[in-house]
């Protein structure tokens, strides 16, 4: 077993190491891949961001939430109204999905933050069912274009950044989408990290931990969750406005705004690791992976692929990633994260300073 001492050159020097293999592989996905593969990175980062705002809240705090695609809707659907109706520049969209959604979360996490355990999921899960209804509502379709929801939503004219100069076409708006969402999952990830290693992070912690004990402590648990709260809340909103600008379109029947886009983000979370800050990066990036590598699996497979997912006909990722969640569980409860710590330290420790 190979021991590094925590701060010596050493530990700094895999620590750049990493960082630049990290830096030439962001670089080179847009610079060297096709569209499509590019396409594909962009829809991981929406995905990540989601998890990560998902992460807050359950991972961390222990609350159970299975109404965070309600909030990815809410970031939707703001972006395509403030551009289609008020004629709003994209980028101030993220602006006002992420107050919105704040608001929402917060007037939500109030009532119900109060109850725990199976309570909460339940409150959650209808939230998540009952928002594409409401978008669907006859009297709001003035504002939703009610089932069909709303298209065309996108930057009429790319913006010049210094290091992309002028993109055009296609190849372009991938391109472009690559890097906001990438710039976007930059800020989400150090607002997570802030919150998490600051004095707030450690009051999460102690409520997941145990709630009594924490308040005993002088930690105000209801303020405390309320906050995250919103603030996963708005993160996810910035994941949907993404979403939206990417694709062009918001419809209630959308993959990520339905109860499915948040059993989606949990199983991201959880695969890749809860209560971890790149457990939702790793578990994003299988995700897109598993799904872009199954999308041809179904009713025209053949042999024992066949035989177990020939039923249906769309991509399986998900089951896939429900399943790999089961073994996942049994035999590293951490996730891929933990399961890599946990294999990484037979390899190399990390001894403290002193030691």
Not at 5 to 33: D, M, N, Q
Not at 249 to 254: L, R
């Amino acid at each position: 077993m190979l021991k590094i001492k925590e701060g010596s050159v050493v530990h700094w020097a895999v620590r750049v190491a990493c960082v630049l293999a990290i830096a030439i592989f962001i670089v080179y996905i847009p610079t060297h891949s096709e569209t499509a593969r590019i396409g594909q990175f962009a829809s991981a980062f929406t995905l990540i961001i989601a998890a990560m705002s998902l992460n807050l809240v359950l991972g961390y705090t222990g609350q159970i939430s299975i109404g965070h695609s309600a909030f990815f809707g809410i970031g939707g659907y703001t972006a395509a109204i403030l551009i289609r109706d008020h004629g709003w520049s994209p980028g101030y969209t993220f602006y006002a999905a992420a107050i919105i959604a704040f608001i929402v979360g917060c007037l939500i996490a109030m009532p119900v933050l109060r109850i725990r355990g199976a309570y909460l999921a339940l409150v959650t899960l209808a939230v998540a069912v009952l928002f594409p209804t409401l978008l669907r509502w006859k009297k709001l379709e003035w504002l939703t274009s009610g089932a069909k929801g709303i298209d065309s939503v996108k930057y009429d004219k790319l913006p010049v950044w210094p290091f992309l100069g002028e993109l055009k076409g296609r190849d372009g708006r991938a391109v472009f989408a690559y890097w906001l969402g990438l710039l976007v999952l930059v800020i989400a990830f150090l607002i997570c990290r802030g919150l998490i290693k600051s004095r707030v992070g450690r009051s999460l912690i102690a409520i997941r931990d145990n709630e009594t004990a924490a308040a005993v402590m002088g930690v105000n648990v209801t303020r405390t969750k309320v906050l995250i709260f919103g603030i996963s809340a708005s993160l996810c909103a910035l994941a949907g406005v993404l979403s939206t600008l990417s694709t062009g379109v918001v419809t209630p029947d959308g993959q990520y705004v339905t109860l499915l886009g948040s059993i989606i983000f949990l199983l991201i979370m959880v695969v890749g690791g809860a209560g971890t800050l790149s457990g939702p990066i790793i578990g994003g990036l299988v995700y897109v992976w598993l799904d872009n590598t199954t999308r041809g699996i179904g009713t025209d497979s053949r042999g024992v692929v066949g035989f177990i997912f020939g039923w249906t006909n769309q991509s399986p990722a998900t089951l896939i990633l429900g399943l790999a969640l089961i073994v996942i569980m049994l035999f590293a409860p951490t996730g891929l994260v933990g399961l890599f710590r946990k294999l990484s330290r037979r390899i190399v420790t990390i001894e403290p300073q002193g030691q």
